[in-house]
């Protein structure tokens, strides 16, 4: 995993998440920049990590942390994922057909109840 602190690495898993949405799930090509938008917006500071692969990103999945909550994300050809653990069952789900309230809502909602 790769920390993305930077707005360089940020832009880098943007841009590589894109790329492989155009090529393998249209299904979730209109709703990624706004689901990775949310992440970085409610994620716990320097929490937000991105898989690698032969030690480069990947912009297929991650991790980060919300109120202290480690959430993985990651996505399928028909929709991403959200879980508590990257085998465990989805907390969160969304395609093209989500809407932007509705990602940044469920997103926000990652935080543990105090």
Excluded: C
């Amino acid at each position: 995993m790769q920390q993305l602190d930077t707005k360089a690495r940020r832009n880098e898993f943007q841009q590589k998440a894109d790329r492989r949405a155009r090529h393998h799930a249209r299904q979730i090509e209109e709703i990624l920049p706004i689901v990775i938008e949310a992440v970085y917006e409610f994620a716990d500071p320097g929490s937000v990590y991105g898989s690698l692969y032969n030690g480069k990103l990947t912009g297929r999945s991650g991790w980060a942390a919300f109120g202290g909550r480690r959430v993985w994300g990651g996505y399928t050809n028909k929709q991403i994922e959200f879980r508590e653990n990257r085998l465990g069952r989805a907390i969160a789900r969304f395609d093209n057909g989500s809407s932007k309230s509705e990602v940044e809502r469920q997103i926000r909602g990652f935080r543990r109840k105090r």
